[in-house]
């Protein structure tokens, strides 16, 4: 199963845009990229995924190159409330059905005014 | 939010006792987990139900076991509670697998003296 890199803290500021990079250099053919963002005392919040190219919704981006070795979150405009710790994860979908999360140690991103 | 919850929240029992989680959703989602998350080991899969009745282990399940009799409810109990279990319990909900992601509970924190 597909190990991630990501770093293990970031600062910005208010307004700016935030970018995550993870790297999973032995992801496989199937796999595909989740995030999550947890609050403490919270449970981890599904953000976004993708497979390929380029993921959007309402709070994030997604890019993936054509290798997928790597993947960049992208958070614009970032404010307080987005302080949180960030999971890339690698998803493989097992026999059984189920999804198998591996969550590593996580970014910890930490928004100033 | 995914409509899941956990109880108790909070939780202080002694070694040796019993203790049973409960989580209850209202997504009517087929597959439901139990992860517990300790520092500087991320989340890590316990057990985990593909259906009523339909249960399977995880990466860390000895010393617990599950129990699923309706759809809506995914019970998680430590027959004899160590203090090596004291933790944050999450439990989490997805449709089905492939890309269905997993929605996670707020947590039980569980303190084992």
């Known amino acids: 199963l597909a190990k991630t890199t990501q770093p293990i803290s970031m600062d910005s500021y208010e307004g700016q845009e935030v970018n995550i990079t993870c790297s999973h250099n032995?992801?496989?053919?199937?796999?595909?990229i989740t995030w999550y963002q947890q609050f403490p005392s919270q449970g981890p919040r599904f953000i976004i995924q993708g497979y390929k190219t380029k993921v959007t919704n309402e709070v994030a981006s997604l890019f993936i190159p054509a290798d997928r070795k790597s993947s960049t979150l992208s958070l614009p405009r970032v404010s307080l409330s987005d302080t949180a710790v960030y999971y890339c994860?690698?998803?493989?979908?097992?026999?059984?059905?189920?999804?198998?999360?591996?969550f590593g140690a996580g970014t910890r991103l930490a928004v100033h005014p | 939010d995914a409509g899941i919850t956990q109880s108790p929240r909070h939780k202080v029992t002694e070694t040796g006792t019993p203790v049973t989680l409960r989580c209850h959703q209202t997504?009517?989602?087929?597959?439901m987990y139990w992860y517990r998350q300790d520092p500087g080991h991320g989340l890590r899969l316990i057990h985990y139900?593909?259906?009523?009745?339909?249960?399977d282990k995880g990466e860390v399940s000895d010393g617990y076991s599950v129990s699923r009799s309706k759809t809506e409810d995914f019970l998680l109990t430590l027959e004899s509670a160590t203090s090596s279990q004291t933790s944050v319990y999450f439990c989490a909900i997805s449709a089905g697998a492939g890309e269905q992601p997993q929605h996670f509970g707020d947590g039980t924190r569980l303190s084992i003296l």
């Open positions: 139900s593909y259906g009523v009745k339909d249960t």
């Open positions: 997504e009517n989602h087929r597959y």
């Open positions: 994860l690698v998803v493989t979908a097992l026999s059984g059905g189920y999804n198998k999360l591996i």
């Open positions: 032995n992801i496989a053919t199937n796999d595909y």
